[in-house]
């Protein structure tokens, strides 16, 4: 998914819309991940997610997103080696000892609520577990460095010191992203980097930090249907992700319930 390279700044009330935007959007991935067992399908995970958008009147910018044709859900549900961008199917069950991936987006008032998490179904691989725990805890490594008077590049480094500190990688081809009025703004925050490069961060910027983790590789390629994105090699993947609103103070977790 490409982006325009636009950094805006976001006043206090627009950052005030966005939080709405990204309630709604947890709550959304609440609902999916309240119903993850074995033998429900993607597309009824999808399902899940759209019944709290349409509760609210709002609408996913992930659905009709161009690429190579328009993408077909209001959700991204990745499975195992599905790192991202795994269309939702009625034909995909789950199973006992998978680990699945829910991205979701929302839009609220102009304004986008971008989140996601990996969760187990079952009982999971003790590799698995450990790629979970590390995959959500980078994204808070990352987060804490979304102050103002830091710079991008730290919140890249913290997150791959702390991903390789534990013997995983990092893929190179997708990127965390500005978010606000348009569901990929500028900056493009890549999950590794170097500490004090980068946009100098200050009050109003607004970034999804998305890291993206897997087992045994960094390389990825694209499945046929031209969309699903997954590991080279067929190990496991994972992916978390919040919206993060720089302040005067703490950085505000956008898209928590």
């Given at each position: 998914?490409?982006?325009?390279?636009?950094?805006?700044?976001?006043?206090?009330?627009?950052?005030?819309?966005?939080?709405?935007?990204?309630?709604?959007?947890?709550?959304?991935?609440?609902?999916?991940?309240?119903?993850?067992?074995?033998?429900?399908?993607?597309?009824?995970?999808?399902?899940?997610?759209?019944?709290?958008?349409?509760?609210?009147?709002?609408?996913?910018?992930?659905?009709?997103?161009?690429?190579?044709?328009?993408?077909?859900?209001?959700?991204?549900?990745?499975?195992?080696?599905?790192?991202?961008?795994?269309?939702?199917?009625?034909?995909?069950?789950?199973?006992?000892?998978?680990?699945?991936?829910?991205?979701?987006?929302?839009?609220?008032?102009?304004?986008?609520?971008?989140?996601?998490?990996?969760?187990?179904?079952?009982?999971?691989?003790?590799?698995?577990?450990?790629?979970?725990?590390?995959?959500?805890?980078?994204?808070?490594?990352?987060?804490?460095?979304?102050?103002?008077?830091?710079?991008?590049?730290?919140?890249?480094?913290?997150?791959?010191r702390y991903v390789e500190s534990h013997g995983l990688y990092l893929t190179r081809e997708y990127t965390g992203h500005g978010v606000g009025r348009q569901m990929h703004e500028g900056p493009q925050l890549p999950n590794y980097g170097i500490a004090g490069r980068g946009l100098l961060l200050r009050?109003?910027?607004?970034?999804?930090?998305?890291?993206?983790?897997?087992?045994?590789?960094?390389?990825?390629?694209?499945?046929?249907?031209?969309?699903?994105?997954?590991?080279?090699?067929?190990?496991?993947?994972?992916?978390?992700?919040?919206?993060?609103?720089?302040?005067?103070?703490?950085?505000?977790?956008?898209?928590?319930?």
């Amino acid at each position: 998914m490409a982006w325009e390279r636009q950094i805006n700044i976001k006043t206090p009330q627009e950052i005030v819309i966005m939080r709405e935007a990204g309630r709604i959007n947890a709550e959304a991935l609440a609902a999916a991940r309240a119903i993850i067992r074995p033998g429900v399908t993607t597309a009824d995970l999808n399902a899940a997610a759209e019944e709290v958008l349409k509760k609210y009147g709002v609408y996913s910018p992930f659905k009709n997103y161009p690429g190579p044709y328009p993408y077909p859900a209001s959700t991204c549900v990745s499975v195992n080696e599905e790192l991202v961008h795994g269309i939702p199917s009625p034909k995909r069950k789950l199973k006992e000892g998978d680990i699945v991936t829910m991205d979701c987006g929302t839009v609220f008032e102009g304004f986008v609520g971008d989140s996601a998490f990996t969760a187990g179904v079952g009982e999971i691989s003790a590799t698995a577990q450990k790629l979970l725990e590390v995959t959500e805890k980078s994204l808070y490594e990352g987060i804490a460095q979304m102050r103002s008077g830091n710079h991008a590049g730290d919140v890249s480094a913290a997150i791959q010191r702390y991903v390789e500190s534990h013997g995983l990688y990092l893929t190179r081809e997708y990127t965390g992203h500005g978010v606000g009025r348009q569901m990929h703004e500028g900056p493009q925050l890549p999950n590794y980097g170097i500490a004090g490069r980068g946009l100098l961060l200050r009050p109003g910027v607004t970034i999804a930090i998305e890291p993206m983790v897997l087992v045994g590789t960094p390389v990825t390629r694209v499945m046929p249907d031209q969309w699903t994105v997954t590991s080279w090699d067929g190990s496991l993947t994972a992916h978390f992700e919040h919206s993060i609103a720089v302040t005067e103070g703490d950085p505000i977790i956008l898209t928590a319930l």
